[in-house]
C-alpha cells in the first residue's frame, strides 16, 4: 500500500511551453499533497502544500503563476509549469499524506519525480 | 536558515562497517524525526522514523538514535552493504506541518 505515482517520469520540452505533471495516490485518499523541487545532489526544497479542494500554499520565493498547482481530487495533483524556461530544468518530485494510513504518524509517501529538461 | 543540519555530505565505509549520519535542529517543536534513502532518478523513500519521546529506534540493520537534550539524532546502519549506496536524507517536522529536511549524505559503500 501508500504508492505514488508520478507521469511523466522524464519530460523534455522547447523553452516557451507549458508543462504538466500528475501525481496520484494509487490506493489511498490523500488529504494533502506536497511538490518539491531537487536540483543535482542537493537536497528537497519545498515548492507547495495542496489540499484538497483549496488553493494550494506556496513557499517564499516560489513564482504561483508560473507553477500551477491543481488538487482537485483527493488521488490527483498537477503540477503546471508555465513558460518553461531552462532554469526550470530539473527534478520534481511530489508527495502525499494520508495520516490515518500512516498509524497517525505524519508520513509523507513520495513518488517517483518528473525529470524536466528544457532547452 | 536551514532547519535541519546533516553531516557529513559524503561518507565512504567498508562493506561490513557501520554507516553513521548525523543530524541537528533547533525547533524544540519538532515531533517527528523521518530518514529517508534516495537512489538515483528516485523518489525519496522512508526507511525509519522516530519520535522524541523514543531514544532510540531499531529497524533490521537501521537504528535511530535520538538526543533530545542535545537536539540531535542519528542513524546507523549496521553491516553496510554496497547496495545501501545512495543519498540518505534526514527530516523533522512539526506535525502536521511541512517537512524540513537535511542537506544529504552520499553513502558509498566499497566492497
Known amino acids: 500500500g501508500a504508492v505514488v505515482s508520478q507521469h511523466p517520469s522524464w519530460v523534455i520540452c522547447k523553452s516557451g511551453t507549458s508543462v504538466k505533471i500528475e501525481c496520484r495516490s494509487l490506493?489511498?485518499?490523500?488529504?494533502?499533497m506536497f511538490w518539491y523541487r531537487q536540483f543535482p545532489k542537493q537536497s528537497l526544497m519545498l515548492m507547495a502544500t495542496s489540499n484538497e479542494g483549496s488553493k494550494a500554499t506556496y513557499e517564499q520565493g516560489v513564482e504561483k503563476d508560473k507553477f500551477l498547482i491543481n488538487h482537485a481530487s483527493l488521488t490527483l495533483s498537477t503540477l503546471t509549469v508555465t513558460s518553461a524556461h531552462p532554469e526550470d530544468s530539473s527534478f520534481y518530485i511530489c508527495s502525499a499524506r494520508e495520516p490515518r494510513l500512516a498509524g497517525g504518524d505524519n508520513e509523507q509517501f513520495f513518488g517517483p519525480g518528473t525529470r524536466l529538461t528544457v532547452l | 536558515q536551514q532547519q535541519v543540519k546533516q553531516s557529513p555530505q559524503s561518507l565512504i565505509v567498508q562493506k561490513g562497517g557501520i554507516s553513521i549520519i548525523n543530524c541537528a535542529y533547533e525547533?524544540?517543536?519538532?515531533?517527528?524525526f523521518p530518514w529517508y534513502q534516495q537512489f538515483p532518478g528516485k523518489g525519496p523513500a522512508l526507511l525509519i522514523a522516530i519520535r522524541p519521546d523514543v531514544s532510540e529506534k531499531k529497524e533490521g540493520r537501521f537504528t535511530i538514535s535520538f538526543n533530545k537534550s542535545a537536539k540531535q539524532f542519528s542513524l546507523h546502519i549496521m553491516d553496510s552493504q554496497p547496495g545501501d549506496s545512495a543519498t540518505y536524507f534526514c527530516a523533522a517536522c512539526v506535525t502536521p506541518a511541512q517537512f524540513y529536511f537535511g542537506t544529504g549524505t552520499s553513502l558509498t559503500v566499497i566492497p
Open positions: 490506493d489511498f485518499q490523500a488529504t494533502t
Open positions: 525547533n524544540t517543536a519538532f515531533d517527528y
